[in-house]
């Protein structure tokens, strides 16, 4: 089992997506409303066209210190990706500012991570949008 | 100076609450120490050989009088009463104790300083050009483009778990003293046909393993797209770089494996894109940074007290002949104080001399100091009538080493008797040098030669660009020095050659002497310096010096 | 095994160098630790220093040789953690003594 956090703490999956291989994509041009997995090691622009038929995407996180989700999560969101952008592995609390101001919008971590790491350490960083020097130096959307 | 606003203020102090949980958190089992490794260094607190080492970063190297007088505090209160100059112009606590940390972290709050992303795979402390602002050579002051930079990298959300560290290096002047290119990104300010103010961007550059001169990937950036251009190098790279090696991590084999025609059209291709992300909020940041950084108020004076007394006294002479360099304003000099006392650790302030500089800085000096890369302080605005006043005071505080740029002025990383990752000792080599060399009083018949010696292949010492290099190496459980010849860390950078095979540690004292006695046989006269000599003859006859027996045996 | 070893790590909170006694110590004396003849022993031994992430960091073991007073380093490195900087008195060369 696993658990979803955002900024409200621990909380169920409420969308509940069926997340599938990106390859499904190819073989359901049609469908609308997919949700799909990508490895850490995907590249976002090879999303580009298929934007539009996509529900959410799932960001694999392999180790806490492989970074390259953020950029991921970054990119599709300055693609004009509006869907939900999960993050899924060994991501930690201290990562949850980063992961929100990347444009992630929650974090699916294991059950025996949430158990080391309780959600009051989660909540702990829930207030992402303050002491961001990035909002300071950008445009503001 | 940059002096906090209430964002930045409010900043750090979130970020010392932030990292002293984590310190509780660690001790209380909620983070295992592999989860808490990165957050401590990107705090800047590494564990080495014999304690906890705290980072702190100068950022651009530029203090002022009371974060120096801070700096000694902190040494006295929560370590042994000195501090460590680096490399990358910052200063580190060798002694702390893990739960004294984050108090040292809020003393440093209260001075507008931290140690956020001194270390960790993210991008470092930016450094810049020592003499910045003060340089008579300079286009602009580079310092606040730097603390821009700063301040877009501090924190930034998608690079904190970067493939490897990420250092930029910036300058505002032809002459480079800032080691552009041995950086993952050197911005060197250039002006374009229409006179503006921009930047040659190199990427690519490094030392390490695999040392590597930069590349320039873009000739002339616009100052305005500094940080869109940044921001695209960086996340490219964030991507393309590798991770299943850490030591094919950093950018320099990301370039060298892409190549620079791939790397750019990506970094080109992002930077249309995240330009429109900045709509010139950035810009507006920048002119207030600026005003920041507005030149002091130069005094005019009489400066032939300073004269006569450089006639009266030949030890004054001697230290303004080596520790001054050109100033902007007239009538004002670049003071460089050595913390390269002849057999005294490169780099090391005890704190009593923190307190004499700030001093110096605050009655003589607007107020301004700044560490350089090569491991001294400065004071970057002296007016002349003033130097034979700071010159005693150094003097009284055993700080007035009339030796920079000369072979005992020696970059040295801490080594083995620090660094849990060196191989051997860097410290006592340099002393031991530098003592020889005094001893034979010919350092200044040698004239300006760039000594630098790392204790491991990550060269922190910078032994790569050094005239001449020193690399100590485990060989077979013994401290072997291998010498590096012909390097320059400057605008003409070079990677240092190999000479041969390594020296024991009671052999490398011997053979750099060899070395440099030989240099003064073979010089075509006293103006040609060590490195010209080397470039004009090449190695060979500064090899049959360094391997005498070798030399027999061929002519044999 | 070709050489007795020692079990070392850094203390958590001081960060100094520390080994793992027979008695399931740590001790700041290298003299105090056990001397790990057998690969096997050593493994187990292991196993129960890294049980201790509140105590001991970085836990590896080190080469080191019988001595009068008990363990003895047998790699210039591991000297230097039994001794302390060589450019200053500081570090165990003087708080051992």
């Known amino acids: 089992m696993s658990q979803i956090i955002n900024d409200l703490g621990f909380v169920t999956d409420a969308q509940a997506f069926t997340f599938v291989e990106p390859d499904h994509l190819a073989a359901n041009a049609d469908a609308a409303s997919v949700a799909i997995d990508l490895p850490s090691d995907a590249s976002a622009d090879d999303l580009a066209q298929n934007l539009s038929q996509l529900s959410a995407v799932r960001i694999d996180f392999p180790s806490f210190a492989d970074g390259r989700g953020f950029t991921i999560a970054k990119r599709l969101r300055e693609l004009g990706f509006t869907g939900h952008i999960r993050a899924r592995g060994h991501v930690i609390a201290d990562q949850y500012a980063m992961a929100r101001r990347s444009g992630f919008d929650d974090v699916e971590i294991s059950d025996d991570l949430a158990a080391r790491q309780p959600q009051d350490q989660w909540l702990a960083r829930a207030n992402w949008q303050a002491h961001d020097y990035q909002s300071r130096l950008k445009r503001r959307a | ?556 | 095994m070709k050489s007795p070893q020692v079990i070392t790590a850094n203390a958590l909170l001081e960060g100094d160098a520390i080994w793992l006694t027979e008695d399931d110590r740590w001790t700041r004396d290298m003299a105090e630790a056990e001397l790990i003849e057998h690969e096997a022993h050593g493994a187990i031994r292991m196993l129960f220093a890294q049980s201790q992430p509140s105590v001991a960091v970085g836990v590896y073991l080190a080469d080191a040789k019988p001595g009068a007073n008990g363990p003895e380093p047998t790699h210039f490195r591991e000297t230097f953690r039994t001794r302390g900087p060589s450019n200053y008195a500081h570090g165990k060369q003087v708080e051992l003594s």
């Open chain 2, 1 to 556: 100076m940059y002096s906090y606003n209430d964002f930045d203020e409010a900043f750090v102090r979130e970020r010392v609450a932030q990292f002293s949980a984590q310190v509780e958190r660690r001790i209380d089992g909620s983070l295992t120490e592999d989860e808490f490794k990165p957050l401590r260094l990107m705090n800047g607190l590494y564990l080495q050989l014999h304690a906890y080492m705290l980072r702190v970063a100068v950022p651009y190297g530029t203090l002022s009088a009371p974060q120096m007088r801070q700096l000694a505090y902190i040494a006295d209160t929560w370590d042994k009463g000195y501090g460590h100059f680096t490399t990358r112009q910052n200063i580190q606590y060798n002694w702390p104790e893990l739960k004294d940390v984050p108090a040292m972290l809020s003393a440093l709050a209260d001075v507008g300083m931290h140690a956020i992303q001194t270390s960790g795979n993210t991008i470092r402390n930016v450094t810049a050009d020592q003499f910045a602002g003060a340089a008579a050579d300079e286009i602009e002051d580079p310092r606040p483009v730097a603390e821009l930079l700063r301040q877009w990298s501090t924190d930034h959300p998608e690079f904190q778990f970067l493939p490897r560290k990420f250092k930029i290096a910036v300058t505002g002047s032809s002459t480079d003293r800032a080691v552009t290119k041995a950086h993952d990104i050197g911005l060197r300010m250039v002006r374009n046909d229409a006179g503006e103010p921009g930047f040659e961007v190199i990427i690519g550059g490094g030392l390490g393993r695999t040392p590597m001169v930069g590349k320039i990937v873009r000739d002339f950036l616009p100052k305005a797209d500094l940080l869109p251009y940044c921001e695209a190098i960086v996340s490219v790279y964030n991507v393309l770089g590798r991770r299943d090696n850490k030591y094919k991590a950093r950018i320099k084999i990301t370039v060298h494996e892409n190549g620079l025609d791939v790397m750019r059209d990506k970094i080109e291709a992002a930077f249309a894109e995240k330009k429109a992300q900045f709509d010139g909020v950035d810009q507006e940041m920048l002119a207030e940074i600026e005003q920041h950084f507005a030149a002091p108020a130069f005094k005019t004076a009489d400066t032939s007290g300073y004269e006569a007394a450089r006639l009266a006294n030949p030890a004054f002479r001697s230290w303004t002949d080596t520790n001054l360099a050109a100033h902007r304003a007239d009538g004002y000099s670049i003071v460089s104080i050595s913390i390269k006392k002849h057999g005294a650790t490169p780099g090391d302030a005890t704190s009593d001399q923190m307190g004499v500089m700030a001093d110096l800085a605050e009655k003589y000096g607007h107020g301004e100091l700044r560490i350089s890369h090569e491991q001294n302080v400065i004071l970057p605005h002296v007016h002349q009538s003033d130097l034979h006043a700071v010159y005693s005071a150094l003097r009284a505080a055993d700080l007035a080493t009339a030796n920079i740029g000369l072979i005992s002025d020696i970059i040295a990383c801490p080594g083995m008797d620090y660094c849990a990752l060196a191989t051997a000792r860097s410290i006592p080599v340099a002393q031991e040098i530098a003592e020889r060399f005094d001893e034979l009083k010919l350092e200044h018949e040698v004239g300006p030669l760039k000594i630098k010696i790392s204790g491991c292949i990550n060269a922190c010492g910078h032994h790569h660009v050094g005239h001449i290099g020193i690399l100590g190496l485990d060989r077979a459980g013994v401290e072997s020095y291998q010498i590096t010849l012909g390097g320059s860390g400057m605008e003409d950078a070079t990677i240092g050659e190999r000479a041969g095979r390594g020296f024991s540690a009671d052999e490398i004292v011997p053979a750099i002497e060899r070395l440099v006695l030989g240099y003064l046989d073979l010089r075509h006269d006293a103006d040609e310096t060590f490195l010209e000599a080397y470039r004009r003859l090449g190695a060979a006859p500064f090899k049959a010096v360094l391997y005498p027996s070798d030399a027999k045996a061929d002519a044999a």
